[in-house]
């Protein structure tokens, strides 16, 4: 069984920054990229940034500079620190882990909230 456990969503003021984490656990083989995706409500979830067992990393184009992804490939975390947040990036952010066997799992998700 494969579990992803995100932390760090919250409240934060716009301009400010937050860090967030994602820990997987459980069998798991051949994973290709660790990735954060977000959802707002009546939107489809979309991809914020994902990175690779190699360090290649992919930001969505709104990210511009803002948000960082990170990833310890010997205890299966990754993190996103973001800065700059706007209203905008409020949503709920989930974590997703994609294998070489192309099958993919999804954390429970964590809500940022930016506030004016």
């Known amino acids: 069984q494969v579990q992803l456990v995100e932390s760090g969503g919250g409240l934060v003021q716009a301009g400010g920054s937050l860090r967030l984490s994602c820990a997987a656990s459980g069998k798991i083989l051949g994973i290709i990229t660790l990735g954060w995706y977000r959802q707002v409500p009546g939107k489809e979830r979309e991809l914020v940034a994902d990175i690779t067992t190699s360090g290649i990393t992919n930001y969505a184009k709104y990210v511009d500079g803002r948000f960082t992804i990170s990833r310890d490939n010997t205890k299966n975390t990754i993190s996103l620190q973001m800065n700059s947040l706007t209203a905008e990036d409020t949503a709920v952010y989930y974590c997703?882990?994609?294998?070489?066997?192309?099958?993919?799992?999804w954390g429970q998700g964590t809500q940022v909230t930016v506030f004016a």
């Open positions: 997703r882990l994609f294998t070489l066997r192309g099958t993919t799992y």
